[in-house]
């Protein structure tokens, strides 16, 4: 999905715009997908691709919603050098959502641990069968 920078400004709020497309990050503890544990999926803010399923979420205690695997081929990945680290970046793979980072630091069965901004992400439930 490819837009201009002033549709995503007018398509999105400016905490979405400054997260997902200036790679900026939410307070910790503040986003309000942190918390949640309902049973669906969860979904780029930008473009609405599928990212992310609620049985992969856990809470990692870090200040944002956390899980310890993406759906195959939804993110991918970029290294980050800003702020004096080496962080893997994680972006839609669909829109290029900057959506967080990912750690060796994760659970079982993967050991890893997407960290995401609440912000770049919309809920939906499952539905029932």
Known sequence: MKLT???WQQRLTDEQY??????????P???ELLHHTADGTYHCICCG???FASDAKFD???GWPSFYQALEGRVKYDT???HGMQRTEILCSNCDAHLG?????????TGQRYCVNSVSL????ATKA
Do not use: N, S
Not at 18 to 27: F, I, N, S
Not at 101 to 109: K, M, N
């Open 80 to 82: 980050d050098t800003t």
């Open 60 to 62: 990692a205690g870090c």
């Open 29 to 31: 503890f503040t986003g």
């Open 5 to 7: 920078e002033q549709q």
């Open 122 to 125: 919309r809920f939906q439930h």
């Open 101 to 109: 980072h990912v750690f060796d630091d994760g659970p079982a069965p």
């Open 18 to 27: 400054r997260v997902t497309r200036l790679k900026g990050t939410e307070y």
């Open 49 to 51: 691709a599928v990212l």
